[in-house]
């Protein structure tokens, strides 16, 4: 069994196209997201780094859910459990590209865990961001926490949590499915399973019965939608709609986003580019250059440009420091209740 | 005199009233039960969750994350075995992200044998909890360091894992271990906290609280449970009582054993222990927990290292059979943990010990 991309249809308020501003302003991200999983390749095949994992393939989804969460700090914005290919949506929070090589190159000035972490594992509590962790699927066990959190009357923010289609068949997709709608209970909770349809290299078929991994949520009586995430107008409408719904109804929704894996699972799997997933930034470029909002002589020359400057950033960043030995010792035990408010 | 569930369920109370508790949370934990040995009856911020361990636990670090102060429970530890990665995540998320976040919860659960548990009620889990970087670990031994211990676990800005230890839940404290605040009658406590069994009487019936004034059993201290200048006896939760008792016994035979009661697990207070053993110069350490990779061998190898010279006889562990589970069978069940006479015959072994 097969679900492609191009078998889920383009339609209604999907085909809605974008303001010209919001398209330049997702192509840039894309593009930046884009590169920077390639730099950070780059850096991982030339010693500067010992292992990459990303997400590049998925930025039609991944921009637009960025730009489109209420970002912020504490229940009243909305928490973000992201797997680890989730370079565009923190890029569209408002992350610095460079800080995502600091961690590639695990040096002492890591913001995200200096030196401890593989890359693409984010933090940020200042945007609600909560840790990625390795282990597939954990924070779908994790997420309805911050949600309950929301559910305080007057409250508006939502909790989104993303993973992969190979990690719901761990049992914490099956917690999240029944914490978040309880009957009375139902948890302001966005679930999103991006759907590159391979486990590491198990293919979708060797691993799913289900026809839609979104078919899940409709027991639970949650809404659902499957939408095609290579598009990133059709994702940008999808994610918001699902936002919208969560935030204003206080209730579950789950979203499965199909998408491409371009550069396979990680550097395990060689990071080499494959090249018969469908591209979604390729694809936008066409629609950018047939809408005359961008030119490929002007795309071209930002590629060319946000390339040399990546280069440029990563040779900085080869020269900065690297954790010292004895901070093993630090952050062990937390000496202040950061999350309940303490500076 | 308070019951060890009975100061446990004080301290949650003073926990949602006047520290911040906003869940305690877990299987049968809300009405009508109040948990399955009662720690939770009555209280206010108390809900039943779906029966999914893994759920319980990630739920817990989501309320923390979202700065909430939970409490969550697991029926009985045997059922915590499929949350280790989650409770690995607890442990090592402040550390992960360098210190962008902490992870303020508390996970309470019941250990160890002595109810007749048989293989899936009778676990301890003090090997795998301190096999866990980033917890604190405690283990009252009775109802006044549980509510103190209690109260510090929810105060502190880390994941705090409280094991309850299930055979004394229902013993009462001793003289001169009553709760600041605690009434004196014990049946006037049980009428005022203790939900009545009759249906017809919990209809009409409202808890009334004592006034109960905060104490605070630091986390990391350890505590003299019986001096002694003879043999250190370094143990923790249910074994306390029975070290204590096979202690009064060896008395009479001129053997005077210092029961070290550890309280705390990790950070476990090795000053307390060091100046035991220099003191006493033998040393016995007692748990329940198989006894392969047990956490009282990480004391006595420490003893070892650090204290090798001081030492006039074998450090000892006593603790249970490295055998698949507890027997329900009496017989099965006392030749699987410790127990008095065998506490005992240890002591008495190691005091009489001529290097």
């Known amino acids: 069994m097969t679900i492609g991309a191009s078998t889920v249809k383009k339609q209604g308020p999907d085909a809605r196209e974008l303001a010209p501003e919001l398209c330049v302003r997702l192509h840039d991200l894309m593009l930046r997201a884009r590169l920077l999983e390639e730099r950070l390749i780059t850096m991982y095949r030339q010693g500067d780094g010992y292992f990459w994992i990303g997400g590049p393939g998925e930025e039609a989804f991944s921009v637009p859910l960025g730009l489109l969460v209420d970002k912020g700090q504490g229940i009243h914005h909305d928490y973000l459990h992201l797997h680890y290919r989730a370079s565009g949506t923190l890029l569209a929070l408002g992350a610095d590209p460079v800080d995502s090589m600091r961690q590639m190159k695990n040096t002492a000035t890591d913001p995200y865990s200096r030196g401890r972490n593989f890359a693409s594992h984010y933090t940020a509590r200042k945007w609600n961001v909560a840790p990625v962790s390795s282990p597939i699927e954990v924070q779908y066990s994790i997420a309805p926490g911050t949600a309950m959190a929301q559910r305080k009357p007057g409250c508006k923010g939502i909790t989104v949590v993303t993973g992969g289609d190979a990690g719901t068949a761990e049992g914490d997709f099956a917690t999240c499915l029944v914490w978040s709608s309880r009957k009375g209970s139902e948890l302001p909770i966005l679930i999103i399973v991006t759907n590159n349809q391979y486990g590491i290299s198990t293919p979708y078929a060797g691993q799913h019965g289900e026809a839609r991994i979104s078919d899940r949520g409709k027991p639970f009586g949650m809404e659902t939608a499957t939408i095609d995430g290579n598009d990133v107008e059709t994702a940008y409408h999808g994610v918001k709609r699902a936002i919208d719904y969560v935030r204003t109804e206080r209730k579950p929704y789950l979203l499965e986003v199909m998408v491409s894996r371009l550069y396979g699972h990680s550097s395990a799997s060689g990071a080499n580019f494959v090249k018969d997933e469908d591209d979604c930034l390729a694809r936008f470029e066409r629609r950018l250059e047939e809408r005359k909002i961008l030119t490929r002589a002007v795309m071209d020359e930002q590629r060319a440009k946000i390339t040399q400057e990546f280069l440029e950033a990563s040779k900085r960043v080869r020269e900065e420091p690297q954790p010292e030995p004895h901070q093993i010792w630090e952050h062990v035990f937390a000496t202040k209740n950061l999350v309940g408010g303490e500076a | ?355």
């Not at chain 2, 005022?192 to 919990?202: G, H, L, Q, W």
């Not at chain 2, 905060?214 to 074994?239: C, D, F, L, M, Q």
């Open chain 2, 1 to 355: 005199m308070a019951t060890m569930v009975q100061a446990i369920r004080m301290a949650l109370h003073v926990g949602e009233s006047r520290l911040g508790v906003t869940d305690i949370f877990g299987e049968d934990v809300g009405p009508p039960l109040g948990g399955a040995f009662t720690a939770t009856q009555n209280l206010d911020t108390a809900w039943n969750s779906p029966l999914d361990e893994r759920g319980i636990v990630g739920v817990a670090i989501g309320l923390a994350l979202a700065g909430a102060k939970p409490v969550c429970e697991i029926q009985f530890c045997d059922y915590a075995f499929n949350t280790i990665d989650l409770l690995k995540i607890a442990g090592n998320t402040h550390w992960a992200c360098a210190g962008d976040w902490n992870v303020p919860l508390v996970m309470m659960t019941p250990v160890g044998a002595g109810i007749r548990g048989s293989i899936y009620h009778s676990h301890s889990f003090d090997a795998q909890a301190t096999r866990i970087p980033g917890w604190k670990i405690v283990m009252p031994s009775n109802p006044l360091d549980a509510y103190g211990l209690m109260l510090s676990a929810i105060v502190d800005p880390n994941p705090v894992m409280f094991l309850k230890p299930k055979a004394l839940l229902r013993v009462k404290a001793k003289a001169g271990e009553r709760l600041p605040g605690e009434p004196d009658d014990d049946k006037l406590l049980a009428k005022m906290i203790d939900t009545p069994v009759s249906p017809a009487e919990r209809a009409k019936w409202k808890p009334q609280w004592p006034e109960l004034q905060e104490h605070y059993v630091p986390i990391g201290k350890a505590k003299v449970a019986r001096p002694g200048s003879h043999v250190t006896v370094v143990t923790y939760g249910r074994n306390v009582p029975m070290a204590l008792a096979a202690a009064d016994e060896l008395a009479a035979e001129g053997v005077d054993a210092e029961i070290l009661d550890l309280r705390s697990l990790h950070p476990y207070d090795w000053d307390a222990i060091r100046e035991s053993v220099k003191k006493t110069h033998r040393v016995l350490c007692v748990n329940e927990d198989t006894e392969v990779t047990n956490f009282g061998e990480h004391i006595l190898r420490r003893v070892t290292e650090e204290l090798f010279y001081e030492l006039y006889a074998p450090p000892t562990l006593l603790a249970g059979a490295h055998v698949p589970g507890i027997g329900l069978a009496d017989a099965l069940e006392h030749a699987s943990v410790p127990t008095k006479e065998k506490i005992r015959a240890a002591i008495s072994e190691l005091a009489r010990h001529e290097p």
